[in-house]
């Protein structure tokens, strides 16, 4: 049986592990630092709030005309320019005196190509790991970003309390340049792919439509972004639902922590104690699971119990350890880049639209209704995916040799 100490002593996966870890805890610095510096200047909280969410959604233009380059070079230079950017956009950030649209447009620029270092690094996660360590690989990754995301939007304003904005962002660029020399030096560099003759956007797109038209890597696509999707509009709501309880001040941040302490226990449990069918099995189970809690909104539920919603639906989200080796083997392996970055930016973009739409909603209609019917909405997910195919076919990576199947 595979275990997560096995995965671990893989070298590869070890270090896009630790690259990844750190860059999450960068970008997290980076974003709070950001929006703090953009409100001092502006006193704007529209301003503040773009500067919070710039990155998400100019990645959907990015995997639409750059998706196919993360299957056209070496990953290792690719994953490391990718970090190099970062740490670049985040240094013009903290020295240049720039004004408030060119901070927002740098941001949204190293966003567009986001999704291609995202793909070319999951797709060597792939290729790298094989059978159920891909899975366990990817559990393990979770509760990083999990606990990443938690420290470093915690330690953001300690950060940028005792350095200030400037300083934190060139905090932030200091660990992109770490994590960009980690892949330099810690990586295999790979041979390159084959030469195509077609053009990058158009075998973008060409590569976007093949993939979307494909009937199983469609379904599993939209069973992966739609339930986070909706249960981050879901999250959204909390400060103004706990402000109209009239919860004790704090109530909010308990609430929110919820999900990501649930997601790591989730993705502990459902990683090492069940087998991979079993897994399978149990994918619309889980994202019901996500969904039923939200409802304990729409009543008039007392805060620890609500709080304890939310662990249970970050709990659920460990549904997709249940699907994530069918989408790999699903995908072709001259577009696994392509698809990964596929996955990974309809993500991003869901998860930055589904809480602009559920506050727009709750402009009219309260917010406890709204994240009630939020966690309806994932319950439809939860029947739609009993019928997603979790099958995986025989795939070829790069070096032609076929992937073992999950048994």
């Known amino acids: 049986m595979t275990t997560y100490s096995a995965v671990w002593r893989n070298g590869t996966f070890r270090v896009l592990f630790g690259t990844r870890t750190l860059g999450i805890l960068a970008d997290s610095l980076r974003i709070v630092a950001l929006s703090l510096l953009v409100y001092a200047a502006t006193a704007s909280p529209a301003l503040a709030a773009l500067a919070f969410g ?28 990718g970090y ?31 999704p291609v270092f995202a793909g070319a690094s999951n797709a060597l996660v ?75 956007a158009a075998a973008s797109w060409r590569g976007n439509v093949a993939l979307a038209r494909d009937r199983a890597i469609r379904r599993l696509l939209l069973v992966q972004w ?78 620890p119990g609500l709080a304890a919603a939310m662990v249970v639906a970050g709990a659920g989200s460990a549904f997709g350890l249940g699907l994530q080796a069918a989408f790999r083997d699903a995908l072709p392996p001259d577009r696994r880049g392509q698809g990964f970055a596929l996955l ?7 998860q930055g639209l589904l809480p602009a739409l559920a506050g727009l909603l709750a402009e009219v209609v309260p917010a406890g209704v709204v994240v009630g019917l939020l966690g309806a909405a994932v319950l439809l997910c939860a029947a739609g995916a009993a019928g997603v195919p979790v099958r995986r076919r025989a795939s070829v990576g790069w070096a032609g040799a076929a992937a073992p199947r999950d048994r």
């Open 226 to 303: 739609l339930p986070p999707a909706f249960l981050t509009g879901a999250e959204a709501l909390v400060v103004p639902y706990a402000a109209g309880r009239g919860f004790p001040t704090g109530v909010a941040g308990w609430l929110l922590a919820g999900v990501p302490v649930g997601m790591v226990a989730g993705n502990l449990v459902v990683g090492r104690a069940l087998a991979p069918a079993r897994r399978e099995r149990l994918v619309a189970a889980l994202i019901a699971l996500m969904g039923l809690p939200c409802l304990a909104f729409a009543a008039p539920v007392a805060w």
């Open 344 to 350: 990974s930016t309809g993500l991003m973009t869901a």
């Open 126 to 200: 792939a290729e790298t790991l094989t059978g159920d360590a891909y899975v366990l690989g990817r559990s393990l990754s979770n509760v990083a970003s999990s606990l990443a995301q938690l420290a470093g939007l915690a330690g953001a304003g300690l950060a940028v309390a005792a350095l200030g904005g400037r300083r934190a962002l060139l905090v932030a660029a200091l660990a992109h340049l770490v994590a960009a020399a980690w892949t330099r030096l810690g990586l295999a560099d790979l041979p390159a792919p084959p030469r195509r003759p077609e053009g990058l």
């Open 84 to 114: 190099l950017a970062e740490a670049a956009a985040a240094v013009a950030l903290g020295t240049a005196p720039l004004p408030v649209w060119a901070c927002l447009a740098l941001v949204a620029a190293v966003a567009l190509v986001t």
């Open 54 to 81: 710039i990155g998400f959604l100019p990645q959907l233009l990015g995997a639409g005309l750059l998706g196919a380059l993360a299957d056209r070079v070496r990953p290792r230079p690719l994953i490391a320019l």
